[in-house]
């Protein structure tokens, strides 16, 4: 578990669903992003996904990874960001196992996608 917290906490933004709610999180970055307008291209870049247009996965997966690095916390505020994440994350684990697994799912395929794409995780 906590290699699987560090390697999130270290990666590029990005907005992944837990359960009902979507969460921006990466390297500095955890904030739940559930009722902003960014969320909206989560379900776009699923449909690119479906069709496998590879033009508009490229173009959602950089809009998401864009969207998310808004939540950015300053430096200073790096330790405290990280310590509530990694809280949230064993609690998580705790109590809904199979919210924890598709948020290890989710991420396994952002990095799959950044790997095809060429984008840096």
């Known amino acids: 578990m906590s290699d699987f917290k560090e390697s999130l906490y270290k990666k590029k933004s990005f907005i992944y669903q837990i359960g009902e709610e979507y969460y921006a999180i990466g390297a500095n970055t955890f904030?739940?992003?559930t009722d902003s307008p960014e969320v909206d291209n989560?379900?776009?870049l699923q449909n690119a996904l479906q069709?496998?247009?590879d033009r508009q996965i490229?173009?959602?997966l950089e809009k998401i990874t864009r969207n998310a690095n808004f939540y950015r916390v300053d430096a200073r505020e790096h330790y405290r960001l990280r310590d509530k994440l990694f809280k949230f994350l064993d609690q998580l684990e705790a109590s809904d196992e199979?919210?924890?697994k598709s948020l290890q799912d989710q991420v396994f395929r952002f990095d799959e996608l950044c790997e095809k794409y060429q984008h840096q995780v």
């Open 51 to 53: 069709k496998g247009n």
């Open 31 to 33: 904030a739940k992003v």
């Open 42 to 44: 989560i379900e776009l």
């Open 58 to 60: 490229e173009k959602y």
């Open 98 to 100: 199979a919210a924890f």
